[in-house]
């Protein structure tokens, strides 16, 4: 994967996690009322208070895409090149530094794009990403996404993906 690959994958992730929009929701709105309560002449330190929390939330959303960026990149072979094996049995990953076996039930979550899939492993925020052009043919790709249905529990897709 290059970097510009794990970058467009964290922001889909990050887009698409609701926890984040609903910090960033409270965040906006302590900031609204806070400001509004300064310029009404409501409670200055009550105003305040609900302004810096906000701007405390939407410091603390937008941190944690650049941290997660940056620890991303920064991981031990995270920009080498891999292979995959997926079998019944579970995933196989191997590169030049690292050869790894995981059960499927260490995946918790299988999501889709129109440029690949996304394998999310449980209770840590570890994934394997699929590109599309890891596959060699639409069959390939159809295979895969049928063992990976009978797998893992949760499955999100953004497109229409065939039956």
């Known amino acids: 994967m290059t970097a510009a690959e794990i970058r467009s994958v964290l922001w889909k992730m990050f887009r698409q996690s609701s926890r984040i929009w609903t910090i960033a929701v409270i965040g906006v ?3 609204l009322v806070g400001l509004g309560g300064l310029l009404g002449g409501s409670s200055r330190s009550i105003s305040m208070l609900l302004l ?3 701007y405390l939330n939407l410091f603390v959303v937008t941190r944690g895409w650049f941290v997660g960026v940056r620890k991303a ?53 570890r994934f394997i990403f699929l590109p599309v052009r890891a ?4 069959e390939d790709r159809n295979s895969f ?9 949760y499955l999100k897709f953004t497109h ?4």
């Open 29 to 31: 709105l302590c900031v």
């Open 52 to 54: 810096i929390l906000g």
């Open 73 to 125: 990149l920064s991981l031990p072979g995270a920009l080498e090149n891999r292979s995959y094996r997926f079998s019944e049995e579970g995933v196989e990953v191997s590169s030049r530094s690292m050869d790894s076996r995981m059960s499927w039930t260490n995946y918790e979550e299988l999501r889709e794009w129109d440029d690949g899939f996304l394998l999310k492993s449980t209770g840590v925020n």
């Open 135 to 138: 596959f060699n043919s639409g």
């Open 145 to 153: 996404r049928t063992m990976a249905r009978q797998h893992v529990r």
């Open 160 to 163: 229409k993906v065939p039956s």
